[in-house]
């Protein structure tokens, strides 16, 4: 990168001796400019190595990616290998070395210019190693911090090499840090034109989704902050200096927006970890606001003109007014918005982007506005003359008056469900109900509106109803109850969302709660109830409707025989569960599991190998007497979940179902004996599977493990072979 040197004239005038400013090479200078530059070091390390390995490929002009390892258990350490030009041995005793010395900085078409991120690691360690194949020769160097705490150099071997050329840089990593390298790794490569090949972990590399975009700047979709983009590097703009900028720009750096700079536009600062605000800097980004401003603004106003009528432009104009998007519209002059040469915002005829006023129609068409708020109790009813375009409304011919409120009632209940089963967090729905008063009226009305002739309006009389329970029906009005259904498809809301008003027949029995202000036992229906459905679902146990009965009705209902509450029915039920699957002689297979740790009597080693060896096993071993018992302690693992979930029930219930749980001593014994005999045999012929912990096995840990585990058993063999 072309770093930007401004040419300083000095005027002197009587001066006597003048020296210069110098910079000490001390341990202190060194330690400031490797450990002290950077406050993020794990990226820093990433992004600086990273950047380098990206520039050798431009150099060499090599399209392929650059590896990159993360480490792991097996091999816990970080390395870039690339496949650019490689350096002579000189090269990396003297430019390698040097700080601000760097090769790059004649040409934009590079991302480093500093000299430094290639010192990046001693921020982490103070050794790594940088390994060279540059024309046939291989040279093997150890950076490490000397004695007197000056970074140093060592070439450790020097070899004839058919490898292509290039550089790797190796350093250990800590245990508890593997996680971060990945994590940041994964925010680190997002934004990189040359996407390396990584091993050791997988990361999340999805591309960026933008809403908006262009070449120079993106809006991403959901929220986030300002970037500024440049040579694979994303740079905060949340501290830029935001004075002489317009509300617009303004507006555009509180969105998720991404701009992107060529390599060499932005002065950036030493750690590249945040941009250098100096006057050219500043003026850059403010023009490029300025151009993203103007671009914003036409490619709303061509979303608009690619409408098929003007009330989907007035509806998008809605949709970007609201949520994630509400900033973006302080950067539109709405005003001279249009669609097909129509001003969408017309404050003079009152036809607004999201409020029509149609008042001149009074005569000749009646809207009707259902207000859905409280869908479960009642329904608000109001003749209007402005309609204020939002989300989620509906709109009827009204051609009938008869069953007009069990027709929407029933409507909205399906419509609540539905929306908040897909994750709507909103309470409101707003119906629509439109008639003629003379013959064209609905058609006047649509034309205002925009809606174009081709938009047709379904009837009210096409919307289903179910009537009520009554007393003149097949049902004796002393058998009939109001109750509140339990709608399971509901995730959010208020606690009465989740109750559906019904009137039900007392005599066919039922399954209920008692509810007090919508909660049961103080509790949001959702938080109590799901633990039934978790627990139903996990022992395949069908959950019943389940009926809200109110405080004042609980004695009546708990002196009905075919009604029984939900925890005894959970009880009921979990008894014949334990019956039908036969769980009492099952559980006895638990003592496989109590067995292990008396095997491991405290020592440590032995229980990571043992755990190891029951979760893995299966894919690393082939002696038979291991996997039998693998294979006993995995199902006595199945037996003792469903028996904790039992347990979760008595919990629930208050229902003892300890007695379910035989002890037989001899058993245990002989099991005991039976793992301590498997134990001793692992831990004495595989040791290194002490190494592992069960929970950071991946596929390729246990690829090398199987590996080992054959090297052993052939090893084994041979030597049974040979005392034969």
């Known amino acids: 990168m072309i770093t930007s040197n401004a040419t300083q004239n000095v005027e002197r005038s009587g001066v006597g001796e003048e020296s210069q400013f110098k910079i000490r090479a001390s341990a202190k200078a060194f330690k400031i400019l490797s450990d002290g530059l950077y406050s993020d070091k794990i990226s820093s390390i990433i992004r600086e190595l990273s950047c380098n390995a990206y ?181 905060p703009l949340n501290d830029v200096d935001q004075n002489g900028y317009t509300s617009a720009e303004m507006s555009l750096l509180r969105l998720p927006v991404n701009l992107y700079f060529d390599i060499g536009e932005l002065e950036v600062s030493a750690s590249r970890e945040k941009l250098s605000y100096n006057a050219r800097t500043k003026g850059i980004i403010k023009t490029k606001l300025t151009a993203a401003v103007e671009e914003i603004s036409k490619e709303i106003q061509l979303k608009i003109e690619t409408c098929d009528t003007l009330w989907e432009a007035r509806q998008l104009l809605f949709e970007l007014h609201s949520g994630e998007f509400r900033e973006l519209m302080k950067i539109v002059d709405q005003n001279k918005l249009t669609w097909k040469g129509t001003l969408v915002n017309d404050y003079i005829t009152g036809l607004l982007a999201t409020s029509i006023y149609f008042t001149d129609l009074d005569s000749k068409v009646e809207v009707t506005e259902v207000d859905c708020r409280d869908y479960k ?110 709608d399971a498809t509901i995730k959010n809301g208020d606690a009465s969302d989740w109750w559906l008003k019904e009137k039900i027949d007392k005599s066919l029995g039922g399954v209920y709660v008692v509810i007090d202000r919508y909660l049961i036992n103080g509790v949001r229906p959702l938080n109590y109830m799901i633990k039934y459905q978790e627990l139903f679902n996990s022992l395949n146990i069908v959950m019943p409707e389940v009926y809200g009965v109110k405080q004042r009705e609980a004695d009546a209902f708990a002196t009905l025989k075919n009604w029984q509450t939900l925890k005894d029915y959970t009880v009921k039920s979990v008894e014949k569960f334990v019956i039908d699957s036969k769980l009492g002689e099952s559980l006895k297979s638990c003592v496989y599991l109590d067995a292990i740790d008396d095997c491991c009597n405290g020592e440590f080693e032995t229980r990571i190998i043992l755990e190891s060896v029951v979760e893995h096993g299966i894919q690393m071993f082939t002696t038979s007497s291991i996997l039998d018992i693998i294979q006993k302690i995995n199902e006595a693992k199945k037996v003792k979940e469903t028996f904790d979930k039992i347990k979760i029930v008595s919990h629930m219930t208050g229902y003892d179902f300890s007695n379910l749980l035989t002890q037989d001593e001899a058993f245990k014994k002989e099991v005991t004996q039976e793992i301590k005999t498997v134990a001793t045999y692992v831990t004495k012929n595989y040791p290194l599977l ?14 090398h493990m199987k590996h080992y585990i054959g090297l052993v058993d052939a090893s084994l063999m041979v030597a049974k072979n040979n005392c034969t």
């Open 377 to 486: 109790d009642r329904l608000n009813f109001n003749t209007i003359q402005t309609f204020y375009i939002s989300d989620h409304q509906y709109l009827f011919i009204k051609d009938t008056n008869k069953h007009m409120k069990l027709r929407l009632k029933e409507f909205m209940v399906k419509e609540f469900s539905k929306l908040k089963a897909n994750g709507w967090h909103g309470n409101r729905l707003k119906i629509y109900l439109i008639a003629d008063k003379i013959a064209g009226g609905v058609k006047e009305f649509k034309t205002k509106m925009g809606m174009g002739d081709k938009m047709v309006f379904p009837l009210l009389s096409s919307l289903p109803y179910t009537l009520p329970v009554s007393g003149a029906g097949s049902v004796n009005p002393k058998n009939s109850a109001n109750v509140f259904r339990y």
């Open 55 to 235: 520039d050798s490929h431009i150099q060499a002009k090599n399209s392929n990616p650059f590896h990159v390892h993360l480490p792991n258990q097996l091999e816990p350490h970080f390395a870039i290998r690339d496949f650019g030009i490689g350096l002579t041995h000189d090269d990396v005793m003297s430019i390698f070395t040097t700080y601000f010395e760097s090769t790059k900085t004649a040409s934009n078409d590079y991302v480093g210019c500093l000299g430094l991120g290639s010192k990046s690691p001693f921020s982490y360690t103070d050794n790594f190693t940088v390994t060279s194949w540059h024309n046939g020769t291989k040279n093997i160097y150890n950076c490490f911090i000397n004695e007197q705490e000056i970074p140093s150099v060592a070439l450790l071997s020097s070899t004839h090499t058919t490898e292509p050329n290039g550089l790797e840089v190796l350093f250990a990593v800590k245990s508890n840090d593997y996680r971060e390298f990945s994590s940041k790794a994964a925010v680190v490569y997002r934004y990189f034109k040359l996407q390396p090949k990584i091993t050791g972990q997988q990361i999340d590399r999805r591309a960026p989704v933008y809403k908006f975009n262009s070449n120079n700047w993106g809006i991403l979709e959901g929220y986030g902050s300002a970037n500024a983009i440049m040579g694979n590097v994303v740079y």
């Open 690 to 703: 002490a190494s592992f912990r069960s929970y950071n096995l991946n596929d390729t840990t246990v690829k």
